[in-house]
């Protein structure tokens, strides 16, 4: 497996957010975590990044412990998280913000190979290179966010809610692009949404949160199909 978690807890304070959760996520895989806002979905992605340290549990990233090891050390060693709302530095340009995505990164990353792969894939961003991030669409911006992470040529991509406040075109096509880079390009990812029937309509497998426990997990097919997850989340 390429992560596994096990009986991870996160907190704040005295609030449980996350409590004894276990997965995991062999390498290849789309996997979805979906639930509904304040089910525990956005502390877990902190917590395998390390952006929030865990109460409990054991955090292991291709046979390692990673538990305890700092945020810029879980990125070298192949972690990217493209945030919620997507981020970006809006005084840089388009070009400055990728190359933030391998500032410091302690490995050796063929730059302008990866940047002419990501052009390929984003040629909205190759054509405003120049331009502030600022002056982007959200839809641009979220693809600026993917382009940032991706950069670095990451192993596994954590993605935090990449749905939220984007119109419902660009949000099937953030989804379609995702698919794509796990299909073709073999980029593991594990995918973090409110949006359920989108996220698992792309993903292998799909664990449902509630109030910080996992309810449901299984092959995404079996959860679209499920009764209570189909009254719960998918409408």
Not at 61 to 76: K, S
Request: glycine content about 8%.
């Amino acid at each position: 497996m390429l992560l596994e978690v096990e009986n991870l807890t996160v907190s704040y304070g005295d609030i449980l957010a996350v409590r004894n959760l276990s997965f995991v996520l062999d390498q290849g895989e789309l996997v979805s975590i979906v639930g509904a806002n304040g089910a525990g979905k956005t502390s877990i992605l902190n917590a395998v990044m390390g952006i929030e340290p865990s109460k409990s549990g054991k955090i292991l990233f291709n046979g390692e412990d990673i538990t305890r090891l700092p945020v810029h050390e879980r990125a070298r060693r192949g972690i990217r998280v493209v945030p919620e709302r997507s981020r970006v530095f809006p005084r840089l340009s388009v070009y400055e913000n990728i190359i933030t995505g391998v500032y410091r990164l302690g490995k050796k990353v063929a730059v302008q190979t990866r940047l002419e792969w990501l052009y390929g894939i984003f040629p909205r961003l190759e054509e405003r290179s120049g331009q502030l991030a600022s002056t982007l669409s959200g839809g641009e911006q979220q693809q600026l966010a993917i382009a940032r992470a991706l950069i670095s040529d990451p192993r596994l991509l954590l993605v935090d809610e990449v749905s939220m406040g984007l119109m419902p075109k660009l949000v099937d096509q953030v989804f379609a692009l995702l698919r794509q880079l796990n299909k073709e390009f073999g980029l593991t990812i594990l995918l973090v949404e409110q949006n359920a029937m989108a996220s698992l309509k792309i993903s292998d497998r799909g664990y449902v949160m509630e109030v910080g426990t996992c309810a449901f997990e299984g092959a995404a097919a079996d959860l679209i199909e499920h009764p209570k997850v189909k009254e719960a989340y998918l409408g």
